[in-house]
Structures are given as C-alpha cells and as structure tokens.
C-alpha cells in the first residue's frame, strides 16, 4: 500500500534554495513547460518577495536514497517550478524590477528597474533581506512504490490552474507520455517547424501523429486527432503495452526523418499545427510506396501559391475556381483535428502530388 507524507522544508531560503539548486530537478515528466510567465507576473512575483507578501506553497517530491543515487537529485517539483525559475533567473540578473517598483517599508528608495545585481551593490540591506526570505516549500515523501500518486497530486494542485491540453495530457504520466516527449525531441520539431513551443505545441503535434500510427497499425482510417482521443490514448498505454508503444514512435520518427530532409529550417510551411497531419500522412504514404521523391518542397510551395491565385480568381470569377482547392482552404481554417477534414484535405494535396493515399486511410471508420 503506498501512501503520501508531507512535512516543510526546514532551512528554505532563497540564498539556500540557489545555492542548492543542482539538487533540485525542475522538469519531471509531469511538469508543464518553464519559462512562460509573462515579464509583468515575474517582476510581480519578485515585487512580493521584496514587500514581505505570503507566497502559495511550493512542493517538492523527496527523492529516495535510491533515486538520489540514480539521478543525483535531492527533489523534483512537483508544483511552483515558475515561482522558482522564475527567483533565480532574477538573482541570475535575467530581468529587472518593475519601472514602478515600490518598497513599501521605505517609499523614498527607487528599485525600480533595478536588477538583483544593482540591488546588490546600492542597497545590500536590501539584497540580504531577499536573500533570507523563507520560501513555503512542502516536500512530499512516497512510501511504497507507487510514484503515480506525485503524477496525481500534480494534477490535483494545478485543477484550478488553467493548463492547456498538452500539458494535462503530459501530467497523466507512463509509456504514452514518455513516447510523445521522446518523439517531440525529434529533428523536425526541434529546428524545422516555426511554431512556438512555449506550451508544449510540439507535444501536441507529436500525440496526433502517434495517435494516426496507432489507428493504421490497427487497421482501421484516418481519425479525429481531437483532445478526448489523445487523451485516451495516453490512458490506454499509461502502464501496459510499452513495445507497441515504442513500434508507434519509432514509425513516427522514421517519417519525421524524410519531412526533416525535406523541410527546411523553421520552414515557412510549417507556421502552423492544423496542416501537419496532413503533410505527415502524405509523406508516410510517399514513403511506404516508394514515392518520397514526389514530395517535395518546391511542389508544397507551388501547391501553396496555387490555393492563393485560386482565392484571387474566385472573387473574380467564383465558377472559374477549383472547387477543391476552395473547399481545402476553408477545411484548413476550420475543424482541422476532424477525421472528414483531414481525409479530405489530404486526398486534394495527395492528388496534386501524384501520390498514392492507401485505400484503408481513407475508408470510412467501421468500414
């Protein structure tokens, strides 16, 4: 039977928690992405350490002895990681207090737009008190062998939070989770897409490809790549199936191989999540039928310039326009993660590439 303990932190500091901050790993699987609080809520945070204001708890996970050996890590937060990136990257001089900054003890002293540094050398008083300030760190200890439970707890301290789907997705945990972030560390994420990844979009992108290899190793079509099916499917594969699971990824990576050759570095085409399946389930079909030479960049830019003069020439001459040219333009606005969409938009652009969808993509589902 496992169970949680919980006790504070003795001695926790800001001086102690940056000096000891080796010890500490701040991205555990269930953890959301670092480094997306805005600059108004870091220098507010910062503001409330320096005005003596009640900070909301932190907690970390106590690691065993054996884990210790194993990781070199002492804790992992479990909750509070962008309050603590966010007070070290203010000693570490990354950003500065507000312009408007008020100490309230002394309202005759101007901190504002000073770094920790500046606060160092002016006002030492000052940099001492922030340096003793006692952060509420809770540690939380794991008796037994059920580690779910810190995955639980992260989920339940965060329900208030307005997390997005990648990251609720990426605090179920297990043998699906692991797989989205092994594939969302590939090539084609980490230097050819050109959107952002501040919350996890990789990881995003990366479940629906996963879930489209699952769906056609089963054999059935092309699927929604919606949240409730993603979901599911980090559910379905949390603690069992870890071989299927590592068969998905590694297809995945065998297609985002040839997309990375093709594609170039933070490629104008991939601006956008809502057209990856489909260029993913064209390129794996050009693969799989010895056709990758008829994908290519060039083609995707010209297909991309086509959809644009067939724009201009139907608000000239609506009957002149390709229908489904029209029609792919409006399903690429609207409804992307739909199975209908995706099938429909992919049977245009494959048409337009010569390439070959196999039947079983493209039938109905139940079919």
Do not use: C
């Amino acid at each position: 039977m496992s169970f949680v303990e919980t006790s504070v932190l003795k001695n926790s500091t800001i001086m102690l928690i940056h000096a000891e901050r080796d010890d500490i790993f701040m991205n555990p699987d269930y953890q959301r992405m670092g480094g997306v609080w805005t600059m108004e809520k870091r220098q507010l945070l910062i503001d409330s350490i320096l005005n003596d204001y009640d900070l909301p708890k932190i907690y970390f996970h106590a690691y065993s002895n054996e884990q210790i050996s194993k990781t070199g890590k002492r804790y992992a937060v479990i909750d509070g990681r962008q309050r603590l990136e966010t007070i070290l990257d203010f000693i570490d001089g990354k950003f500065p207090l507000s312009k408007d900054f008020q100490y309230q003890r002394d309202s005759t002293l101007d901190l504002g737009g000073l770094t920790y540094g500046d606060i160092a050398k002016g006002f030492p008083k000052i940099r001492v008190k922030f340096d003793s300030f006692v952060l509420p760190i809770v540690t939380v200890s794991i008796e037994g062998d059920d580690l779910d439970l810190i995955e639980d707890m992260f989920s339940r301290l965060n329900e208030a939070v307005p997390l997005n789907a990648a990251e609720k997705r990426n605090a179920i945990g297990g043998f699906l989770v692991k797989a989205i972030t092994d594939v969302a560390g590939h090539q084609f994420f980490q230097s050819r897409v050109r959107f952002r990844n501040n919350r996890y979009q990789h990881k995003e992108a990366a479940a629906r490809f996963l879930l489209l290899e699952e769906s056609f190793d089963s054999g059935r079509p092309i699927v929604d790549t919606k949240k409730v099916y993603l979901d599911d499917l980090a559910r379905k594969y949390h603690s069992r199936g870890q071989k299927h699971v590592q068969r998905l990824a590694a297809a995945v990576n065998a297609v985002l191989d040839v997309m990375s050759r093709e594609f170039a570095a933070r490629d104008e085409l991939l601006l956008a999540q809502g057209i990856l399946t489909v260029y993913y389930i064209v390129f794996k079909s050009a693969l799989n039928g010895g056709m990758t030479e008829k994908v290519t960049r060039s083609k995707l830019l010209r297909f991309r310039k086509k959809l644009s003069d067939n724009r201009d020439l139907a608000v000239r001459e609506y009957a002149e326009a390709s229908f489904d040219l029209l029609e792919f333009d409006r399903l690429n606005q609207q409804g992307t993660n739909d199975a209908s969409s995706i099938k429909e938009r992919t049977r245009i652009l494959a048409a337009e590439l010569g390439i070959e969808i196999p039947p079983q993509y493209m039938m109905t589902h139940g079919k």
